[in-house]
Nanobody, 124 residues
Framework: QVQLVESGGGLVQAGGSLRLSCAASGRTSSSYAKSWFRQAPGKEREFVAGISWSGATTYYIDSVKGRFTISRDNAKNTVHLQMNSLKSEDTAVYYC?????????????????WGQGTQVTVSS
């Protein structure tokens, strides 16, 4: 079992920044690919960014490329999502997820572990 706890969400003005964190505990979480998903009201959950278990490979959806950066610290069992130049369309609940594979899948149903989510609200 892997437990994931997100933090760092909040209310920010458009153009601002937030840094989300995901703390993992339980089984060796460094052997898991980690990703961030988000779900806006009335919309389906979507993949935002993912990172391989080594941290060497990252993936992003086009709408956040150049604005968001995913990183991980396996010694501290944490994953971060640095979000800059935030837009109103980034408003959503953000979830951290872990999959026991090397590279992060894009489909949510391939992840066995999820955090409870953290709300990000960007005001325009």
């Amino acid at each position: 079992q892997v437990q994931l706890v997100e933090s760092g969400g909040g209310l920010v003005q458009a153009g601002g920044s937030l840094r989300l964190s995901c703390a993992a505990s339980g089984r060796t979480s460094s052997s898991y690919a980690k990703s961030w998903f988000r779900q806006a009201p009335g919309k389906e959950r979507e993949f935002v960014a993912g990172i391989s278990w080594s941290g060497a490979t990252t993936y992003y959806i086009d709408s956040v490329k150049g604005r968001f950066t995913i990183s991980r610290d396996n010694a501290k069992n944490t994953v971060h999502l640095q979000m800059n130049s935030l837009k109103s369309e980034d408003t959503a609940v953000y979830y951290c997820a872990a999959a026991a594979v090397q590279f992060p899948p894009r489909r949510g149903n391939e992840y066995a572990y999820w955090g409870q989510g953290t709300q990000v609200t960007v005001s325009s």
